[in-house]
């Protein structure tokens, strides 16, 4: 009995350092934000876009959410021609990879603010909070401060 017990003991153990060491070689994204801006919206409008550039080392992430201080509400857009019209989609996520970051732009996939404050000028800074998730769907949060620019800029 003695003995059947301490068999037992031992595999769990076993089981417990197998599953240990297969976790072990997965690689935790590191993330790095930059360049994060909010364009100004048109007179009289309070909607805009805005951009940044998510760099990430190890392994690749994906940006789920956005939120910032001067908006009501931030989505994930890209942009597609279809049928010679430039269209914006919402998007659940936008990826980055080691090899290739990536970049929200005028033009590109970008971020879309909706109800922004009207107290809000160019070169003031707004707090941007971008939700990030790996491939194991493990969440993580970075801040950063994106700042105003006046719509030609
Ligand atoms: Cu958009």
Redesign the pocket.
Known sequence: MRLVSLIAGLSVAALAACSQEAKAPEAAPVPTVTDAFIVMPAPGRDVA?GGLTLSVEDAPIWLTAADTNIADKTEL?TMSMEDGVMR?RKVERLEATPIVPLELERGGA?L?FFGISDEIAPGDQAELVLTLTDENGKEQTVTTEAEIRAMGE
Request: overall charge neutral.
């Open positions: 876009m857009h914006m970008h879309m």
